[in-house]
Structures are given as structure tokens and as C-alpha cells.
């Protein structure tokens, strides 16, 4: 069919013009996209970066640090190895992951049993509250993160704004488990009022299991973290108000954020 002669005298677009039009107006919306990108939202990893590049003016150069594990970790192995090379004595790790990414970087890993007290323990979190008591183990790595912790002056935690939150507990507690205890500390969680999963096919580098709680609101960190501690076959849980951070280092849209306590 002849659309001109259909449309008697009006104009008909070509099919090129339409074209061009349409991808003019294609391009330019994710233009638009791009900018909206970088002017307001940080990708998460970047804010992530940005908490771990601030926490390595805590490291003192010949000292030795202790090493956490996760996402946001991994950006401070990275930048730790880049900015400052060869600058630290030695580190002490939470996790058989974390190990290898430093051994790769060049950093030199040694036991806590050799290294003695630690001046610093830069790690993640999967939440903190405002006092900076955390929940951590998201990674499965809570029993060596806690020794650690316990065995350093200053825990400087590193993360993005969104683990900060008013109420611990919408992010599932992490339980290290003896295998052969998993049914009996699930009955026990269970009587505290959480909904305890087991994280399956998941074996800590402890060779043990995880059951994580859903559902608590801890609106008493302390004295669940010692009800917790009390269960047979419980290794550690994933709570850490005993010993929480000193530094809360967040990074978010405007930058870094520190809190201490
Ligand atoms: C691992 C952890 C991590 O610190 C926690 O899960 C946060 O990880 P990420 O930096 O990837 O968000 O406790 O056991």
C-alpha cells in the first residue's frame, strides 16, 4: 500500500529519519543513565573501596596486623598490597580465602600462635549498630574473626553505609556448630526465640557447620551473645558485643563516615 497516496497531501517521515530519531533519543537516555550514575549512586563496591582505602591509615608500617574476611576485606588486601608495599611486617588471617588473596598480593601471613598481640584487626561486617556491636559470619569465618578481634588493640571495621542499622538482627546470626551437636543447639536456638536454618553444604575452615538465625530482633546484643555462648556444641556465634568494633568506618554516596565508641 502507497501510505502517501493513503495520507493524501500530508507529510510521511521516512523510515530513516524514524530510525535516526529513535536512536538519538536511545542514546541519549542512557546518557542520562550514565550521568545519573555518577552524580548521585555510588556502586557498592566503590563505597565498599572507599571504607577499606581509609582504614589503612590505622596500619603502622613494620607492624603486624590482623586480617579479616569478605568483599570488603578483599579491597583492603588489595589496596593494603598496592599503597603500601612491602610496608607491614606481617599479617595474621580469619580465613583459608583470605590467605591465599594475600600470599597472591605478596603479603606475608604468619600464625596468631607466632605473632603475639595485635596492634589493629581490620574486617567487615554484615551489620552494626550504633554502639558498633556487629553481626558477622556472613562469610562463615566468625570463630577465627572473634579470636582475632580478641587478640587486637584497636578492631577497626570496614563497610558500606547500609550494615549500619538501628536494631541488630535483620541479617540471619551466624552459629558455628559442632556437626554432631547440629540437632541439638537447632532445638536450643529455636527456645531463644530465633527460626535457626542450616547453612547446607557449607563447612567452616574449622571443619564444622553453620546455622543461621532468622527472625530475631536483638535488642540485647550482650546478654544474647552470652545465652548463645552457653549452649553445648557451639563453637562461636556471630555476635560480636563482648567485643565490638572501636572504629566503624562506612563509605556511602558523600564519602567516608567514621564512628568510634
Ligand atoms: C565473614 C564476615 C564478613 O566480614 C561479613 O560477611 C561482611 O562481608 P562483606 O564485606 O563481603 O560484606 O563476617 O565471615
Not at 105 to 113: D, H, K
Not at 127 to 151: D, F, M, N, P, V
Not at 162 to 187: C, H, Y
Request: net charge negative; proline share 4%; hydrophobic share 45%.
Amino acid at each position: 500500500m502507497n501510505t502517501a497516496g493513503a495520507l493524501g497531501n500530508s507529510y510521511v517521515m521516512p523510515a530513516g529519519l524514524i530510525d535516526s530519531i529513535a536512536m538519538t533519543f536511545a542514546s541519549s537516555l542512557v546518557k542520562m543513565r550514565r550521568f545519573a550514575d555518577w552524580y548521585q549512586l555510588m556502586h557498592p563496591e566503590e563505597k565498599k573501596k572507599i571504607a577499606a582505602l581509609a582504614a589503612l591509615e590505622y596500619v603502622k608500617p613494620g607492624s603486624i596486623i590482623g586480617i579479616g574476611t569478605g568483599s570488603t576485606v578483599n579491597h583492603f588486601i588489595d589496596l593494603l598490597a598496592e599503597k603500601m608495599p612491602g610496608e607491614i611486617e606481617a599479617a595474621v588471617s580469619s580465613s583459608e580465602a583470605s590467605t591465599e588473596r594475600m600470599q597472591q598480593q605478596g603479603i606475608r601471613v604468619i600464625e596468631l600462635n607466632d605473632a603475639g598481640r595485635l596492634s589493629i584487626y581490620v574486617d567487615g561486617a554484615d551489620e552494626s549498630s550504633h554502639q558498633l556491636h556487629l553481626i558477622k559470619g556472613g562469610g562463615g569465618a566468625l570463630t577465627r574473626e572473634k579470636i582475632i578481634a580478641a587478640a587486637s588493640d584497636q578492631f577497626i571495621c570496614i563497610a558500606d553505609e547500609s550494615k549500619l542499622v538501628d536494631t541488630l538482627g535483620n541479617f540471619p546470626l551466624p552459629v558455628e556448630v559442632i556437626p554432631m551437636a547440629r540437632n541439638l543447639v537447632w532445638q536450643a536456638l529455636k527456645g531463644l526465640g530465633g527460626n535457626p536454618a542450616w547453612r547446607e553444604e557449607f563447612v567452616t575452615d574449622n571443619g564444622n557447620i553453620i546455622l543461621d538465625i532468622h527472625g530475631l530482633r536483638i535488642d540485647n546484643p550482650l546478654e544474647l551473645e552470652d545465652q548463645i555462648n552457653q549452649i553445648t556444641g557451639v563453637v562461636s556465634v556471630g555476635l560480636f558485643a563482648r567485643r565490638p568494633a572501636n572504629v566503624l568506618i562506612l563509605g556511602g554516596d558523600s564519602g567516608v563516615q567514621k564512628i568510634e565508641v
